[in-house]
């Protein structure tokens, strides 16, 4: 993968394009899942995601892609990071997908939370971009989650008086 440039499909997923290989970077072995599959190749069991899009590594890792595009959710993983971030799944999306009020406004609110938690840019911080600690380290941070947690921290030196 040196010499390669990333890019950008607008979804904070980069992408490899080095000439010789297109797709988003496998977390896994570090290359470029090069091969956008149907869904009859990664779930041969399941016709209803037969024409859907995955990109698939040739590590075996893989992702599957936003609706109506060939954008990736995250970047390819294989069995351990899936099953680490379908966990992250079960202990998150209770947290804004069960509440009244504006469900996009707490998920990002949950996402931030868990960008100042873990100490990495909120551009970095999605489960499909996740590593199998990372998704522990998440849950672990998400026992403490409180809706109004910005509203809790200390004010710095520069918003006293506001």
């Known amino acids: 993968m040196s010499g390669a440039a990333k890019q950008d499909l607008g979804d904070d997923f980069p992408l490899v394009d080095d000439g010789q290989d297109f797709g988003p970077v ?6 470029a899942a090069s091969s956008l599959v149907g869904g009859d190749v990664i ?31 995250g970047y390819p993983a294989g069995p351990q990071t899936r099953k680490a971030r379908s966990a992250l799944h079960r202990v998150l999306d209770p947290l804004w997908k069960g509440v009244e009020g504006n469900k996009h406004r707490r998920r990002n609110s949950i996402y931030s ?5 873990l100490d990495i ?3 970095e911080t999605h489960s499909g971009m996740f590593s199998v600690e990372q998704c522990r380290s998440a849950i ?3 026992k403490g ?13 520069d918003q006293k008086g506001n």
């Open 43 to 73: 779930y041969p069991h399941r016709q209803d995601l037969y024409s859907k899009p995955f990109w698939l590594c040739p590590c075996g890792a893989y992702c599957g892609c936003h609706p109506n595009t060939e954008n990736p959710l």
């Open 113 to 117: 939370f868990l960008s100042f938690k």
């Open 26 to 31: 496998c977390i896994e072995c570090g290359e």
């Open 121 to 123: 840019p909120r551009s």
């Open 140 to 142: 672990e941070a998400l």
């Open 145 to 157: 989650y409180d809706p109004q947690w910005r509203e809790n921290q200390p004010k710095s030196e």
